[in-house]
């Protein structure tokens, strides 16, 4: 069953405490993706990445990194330096950059005690 | 980087009639233009989409056009029906500034029977 797979899908964590989430694709897809969503806010861009071992930032970067060392795989880590990190983060990956359909996976929600 | 505004942000319409949803954006070297849906609790999934080199596209039910002079473009769904009850969003690529889609923040759009 293809597609892209976000785990876990419900994480809590202290403050002061970094996070990782996972997000793996066997679309055979050179792009990933990850956004934030929070209410009335939409799909902010974190970082992306167009091909393995290289990735960029996007408008909301600080406070989170992310690697690529593997085709399928693109991990996001919430680092302690987020202000406000309690939110909806949605993976994704498309064929091609910029111009391709975007597949989603189900979403993390973090949430911060 | 890229701004996309959409409004507006909630829409309640009857059940048959049309809806409209308008975007702007603001980097003139956009030139790919998609909607997604998102419906309550799922992820957010491609329903149509236009490049700068076509005016307007249809599907069905859907249709978006595309005003490059004026950087915008709209989504039109007729013959609403409740199952088009979801959240809507636009998004345009960066263009020159990168490779990502930078997403409006949203119309969350209800259809009463």
């Known amino acids: 069953d293809g597609g892209i797979t976000q785990s876990p899908k419900y994480l809590f964590r202290k403050e002061g405490q970094n996070v990782t989430l996972s997000c793996e694709q066997n679309l055979n897809h050179d792009a990933m993706y990850w956004y934030r969503q929070d209410p009335g806010q939409g799909l902010r861009l974190i970082y992306y990445?167009?091909?393995?071992?290289?990735?960029q930032k996007g408008d909301i970067a600080e406070g989170y990194s992310v690697s690529r060392e593997k085709k399928e795989s693109f991990p996001l880590t919430v680092t302690s330096a987020q202000k406000n990190p309690t939110a909806f983060y949605l993976c994704?990956?498309?064929?091609?950059?910029?111009?391709?359909?975007?597949?989603f996976g189900e979403g993390s929600r973090l949430t911060v005690l | 980087g890229e701004n996309v505004e959409q409004h507006p942000s909630t829409l309640s319409v009857q059940e048959g009639d049309s809806a409209v949803i308008k975007c702007t954006y603001s980097d003139s070297a956009s030139n790919y233009f998609p909607w997604y849906k998102q419906e309550l609790g799922k992820r957010p999934q491609l329903i149509i989409d236009i490049r700068s080199n076509v005016g307007e596209k249809k599907d069905q039910r859907i249709a978006v056009t595309l005003n490059k002079t004026a950087k915008h473009f709209s989504l039109h769904i007729t013959e609403t029906q409740p199952e088009d009850s979801a959240v809507y969003f636009c998004a345009a690529s960066s263009g020159g500034s990168g490779y990502a889609l930078n997403f409006g923040k949203g119309t969350s759009l209800l259809v009463t029977p």
């Open positions: 990445s167009q091909i393995v071992n290289d990735f």
């Open positions: 994704a990956s498309s064929m091609q950059p910029n111009t391709g359909e975007l597949f």
